[in-house]
C-alpha cells in the first residue's frame, strides 16, 4: 500500500493535503507531522513512506533547512514541497536540495493529485504556470554543494548544528539532547569536517543561508 506523510504545523492545510491525496490515491495509508521532530520520528517508525509532502516553514524547519535534513538522512524517500514560497528563485533551490517537487500553497485539489500521482510514479512535477521561468534558471552550486554536505550529518548531528547555530554552548545543548557533553564535542568535531568549516560561526552561517524570508519576498 502506498503511503504518504503530510508535514504542516497548520491543522486545516493539513486536512486539505489530506482530502485531496485521499481522493487521488482511495487506498493510501496518510500520516501527518505538525513539526521537523515528528517527521524523523514517523520515518524512523516506518522507513518505507514513500512520499512526504512538506512545508518549508514549520517548528524545528525554517525555510530549505527542514529539507536538506530529511534528503540526507532518507535519500530514498521522494519528497514534495508545498509552500507559500512560490518564487521561481525558491523553487529552484528547492530542487536543487533534492526534492521531487513544488505544489504552491494557492494549489487546486486536482493539481495537488496530479502532482502526487506524478511523483509517486517516478517524475517530478512543478505548477504549469511557474515551470518555464524555473527551467531558465541554471542549477545553483552553491545549493547542490551545501545539500551534498548536509547529507553527510547523521540526525543527532543534524540536531546539534541546529543548537549551535541558534549559539548554544555545548553543556546547553548536551542538557537539551539529553547526551553527553564530551558527546558534543564529538558531534561538533565531525560537523565541522563534514561540512567543511573551521568553527562555530561558519557552521551557523551555512545552516543560516537555507532560511526564507516571508512568502513573496526572497530572503
Known sequence: MTSLLIADDHPLFRAALRLAASESLPECELKEA?????????????????????????????????????????PGVAVLVVSAHDEPQVIRRVLD?????????????????????????????????????????????????????????TEQQYRVLT???QGMLNKQIADRLNIQERTVKAHVTAIFEKLKVRN?????????????????RLA
Do not use: C
Open 34 to 74: 505538525a513539526d521537523l521532530a515528528a517527521v524523523f520520528d514517523a520515518l524512523q517508525a516506518a522507513p518505507d513512506i514513500d512520499l512526504v509532502l512538506l512545508d518549508l516553514h514549520m517548528p524545528g524547519s525554517h525555510g530549505l533547512s527542514g529539507l536538506a535534513a530529511l534528503r540526507g538522512q532518507y
Open 163 to 165: 543548537l549551535l547555530a
Open 97 to 153: 536540495h533534492g526534492a521531487a517537487g513544488f505544489i504552491p500553497k494557492s494549489a487546486s485539489p486536482g493539481e495537488i493529485g496530479e502532482a502526487i500521482q506524478q511523483v509517486l510514479n517516478g517524475g517530478h512535477w512543478l505548477p504549469p504556470h511557474l515551470a518555464e521561468a524555473v527551467a531558465a534558471l541554471p542549477a545553483d552550486r552553491t545549493d547542490t554543494d551545501l545539500a551534498s554536505r548536509l547529507a553527510r550529518l
Open 200 to 216: 562555530r560561526t561558519q557552521a551557523g552561517m551555512l545552516l543560516k543561508s537555507l532560511e526564507l524570508g516571508e512568502p513573496g
